[in-house]
């Protein structure tokens, strides 16, 4: 159950970089992914792990208000 809610978070973590990194706009598609990652993480999440998939989410936001 631990090696399945880090795999979670490390997705999460990857899809949110990708996006951050990514060079112009991402589409729709990318978005929906990152945020399905991190919520699939929450539901398993530990409470340190709840703080780190916020601070994630808030990237995501920010990243889709700039473009």
Do not use: D, F, H
């Not at 997705?11 to 996006?19: E, G, I, M, T």
């Not at 340190?48 to 920010?62: A, F, M, S």
């Amino acid at each position: 159950m631990a090696q399945q809610q880090n795999n979670l978070m490390q997705r999460a973590k990857n899809a949110v970089n990708q996006l951050t990194n990514a060079q112009g706009n991402a589409n729709q598609q990318e978005q929906q992914a990152a945020q399905n990652a991190i919520q699939a993480a929450k539901n398993q999440a530990s409470a340190e792990e709840q703080q780190q998939l916020q601070q994630l989410e808030q990237q995501l936001q920010q990243k889709n208000q700039l473009q």
